[in-house]
């Protein structure tokens, strides 16, 4: 079973925001490192951003400005805000924990259905 649940992705017009959630399933969220992850058709699967277990954050040049991860721990959940939305952002969002992801050469599509978003223009 997954291992990850993300979600609130949808379908919104450029330069506005959503918000992403990913629970984790069967293991507890705090003192693990997380990271947003994004795979969009005929491209690779890109860390997007993460934050550590000490709420340290860290985000790619295409997202930095418009993304923030934040995380609950008392709910297991890290978050993914995303303003000013372009058509570039469409992708399916995963989240995964950095480390396991690197070992295991899997990030998307592996530990989470994920959740889609799409920009329109």
């Known amino acids: 079973g997954y291992l990850m649940a993300e979600s609130g992705g949808g379908s919104v017009q450029t330069g506005d925001s959503l918000n992403l959630s990913c629970t984790t399933i069967?293991?507890?969220?705090?003192?693990?490192?997380m990271g947003w992850y994004r795979e969009a058709p005929g491209n690779e699967c890109e860390l997007v951003g993460s934050?550590?277990?000490?709420?340290?954050?860290r985000y790619s040049d295409s997202v930095k400005g418009r993304f923030t991860i934040s995380r609950d721990n008392a709910k297991n959940t890290v978050y993914l805000g995303m303003t000013d939305l372009q058509p570039e952002d469409t992708a399916k969002y995963y989240c995964?924990?950095?480390?396991?992801?690197?070992?295991?050469?899997?990030?998307?599509?592996?530990w989470g259905q994920g959740t889609q978003v799409t920009v329109s223009s």
């Open positions: 995964a924990a950095p480390g396991i992801a690197a070992r295991s050469g899997r990030a998307c599509n592996h």
């Open positions: 069967g293991f507890i969220l705090e003192g693990s490192d």
């Open positions: 934050i550590r277990a000490d709420g340290d954050t």
